[in-house]
């Protein structure tokens, strides 16, 4: 089994940055692409940003994108997302998630493995 623990959420004002990490232990050795997924109140899941195993291949969701950015640290195991210029509307819980194929994937069902998220707050 695979587990997934993010940090670095909390509450931040609007225009300014928060870097979440997401570490992966366990049988990290089957994890492959890896992904990032936001929910806010009332809404659905939504994909964000996923990255390849060996980081070449990245994709991020056009609501974010020339804000933040996705990279990954496999000596440690961990994916990042680098949050810069932040909206009220960024507001959600952010979920880390782990595949075991390693090409990249934006649907949730294609994920297996999911950390337990974590909160991030824009105020205005």
């Known amino acids: 089994q695979v587990q997934l623990v993010e940090s670095g959420g909390g509450l931040v004002q609007a225009g300014g940055s928060l870097r979440l990490s997401c570490a992966a232990s366990?049988?990290?050795?089957?994890?492959?692409?890896m992904g990032w997924f936001r929910q806010a109140p009332g809404k659905e899941c939504e994909f964000v940003a996923t990255?390849?195993?060996?980081?070449?291949?990245?994709y991020v969701a056009d609501s974010v994108k020339g804000r933040f950015t996705i990279s990954r640290d496999n000596a440690m195991n961990t994916v990042y997302l680098q949050m810069n210029s932040l909206k009220p509307e960024d507001t959600a819980v952010y979920y880390c998630?782990?595949?075991?194929?390693?090409?990249?994937?934006?649907?949730?069902?294609?994920?297996?493995?999911w950390g337990q998220g974590t909160q991030v707050t824009v105020s205005s």
């Open positions: 366990g049988r990290a050795i089957s994890i492959g692409a």
């Open positions: 998630a782990a595949r075991t194929s390693r090409v990249t994937a934006t649907k949730n069902v294609s994920y297996d493995y």
């Open positions: 990255i390849s195993w060996s980081g070449v291949s990245v």
